[in-house]
């Protein structure tokens, strides 16, 4: 049973710093993984916003995140990290792990792929 579980959410001040975490558990199997961060606001699409591929390790950082924020794994403690800096407004959003093993057609950016997500952790910036 894959189980992936947020935390980190808060309510800060604009040009804050959160870190959010991630502890997934479960995932069987070789890999390799696309492991991602999503976005959803109020009345929004949920949004990819950061992923890293667990063959070689790449990231990926949609625009709106990149240059302010940094996604990393812990393989020992299967947590994986999304560390937000100068938090905007427009950053408030609900959080959302999500995980699929990969296979030949697919690729990460694909969100229907995403097969394991976690509940979500709020982001509010004022």
């Known amino acids: 049973h894959v189980q992936l579980v947020e935390s980190g959410g808060d309510s800060v001040e604009a040009g804050g710093s959160l870190r959010l975490s991630c502890v997934v558990s479960?995932?069987?199997?070789?890999?390799?993984?696309?492991l991602s961060w999503f976005r959803q606001g109020p009345g929004d699409e949920r949004e990819r916003i950061a992923g890293?591929?667990?063959?070689?390790?790449?990231?990926y950082y949609d625009s709106s995140v990149k240059g302010r924020s940094t996604m990393s794994r812990h393989s020992a403690s299967n947590t994986l990290y999304l560390q937000m800096n100068n938090l905007k407004p427009e950053d408030t959003s609900a959080y959302y792990c999500?995980?699929?093993?990969?296979?030949?057609?697919?690729?990460?950016?694909?969100?229907?792929?995403?097969?394991?997500w976690g509940q979500g952790t709020q982001v509010t910036v004022s």
């Open positions: 890293i591929y667990t063959a070689g390790g790449s990231t």
């Open positions: 479960g995932l069987t199997g070789s890999g390799p993984y696309c």
């Open positions: 999500a995980a699929f093993r990969d296979r030949p057609g697919v690729d990460c950016t694909q969100r229907r792929e995403y097969k394991h």
